[in-house]
């Protein structure tokens, strides 16, 4: 896995279990980190789909 150092982080997302984002990865969103479907002006990336399972372990 690559090294991320902390000038290269541009926003941190917090999530939840049970929460799902898109994060944009063409860097044309109006809402920047996340998806607003402005890639599809822009062929090339679609958003990265990021999802926290639900603990299962009670299950
Ligand atoms: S707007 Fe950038 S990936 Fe969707």
Redesign the pocket.
């Known amino acids: 896995m690559p090294e991320v150092k902390a000038q290269d982080v541009l926003t941190i997302v917090t999530l939840k279990p049970g929460e799902k984002v898109?994060l944009?990865?063409?860097?044309?969103?109006k809402q920047f980190p996340f998806?607003?479907?402005?890639?599809k002006e822009h062929p090339g990336?679609?958003?990265a789909i990021v999802e926290v399972k639900e603990d299962q372990k009670g299950d």
């Open positions: 898109a944009c990865r063409c860097y044309h969103s998806c607003d479907g402005s890639h990336k679609g958003p």
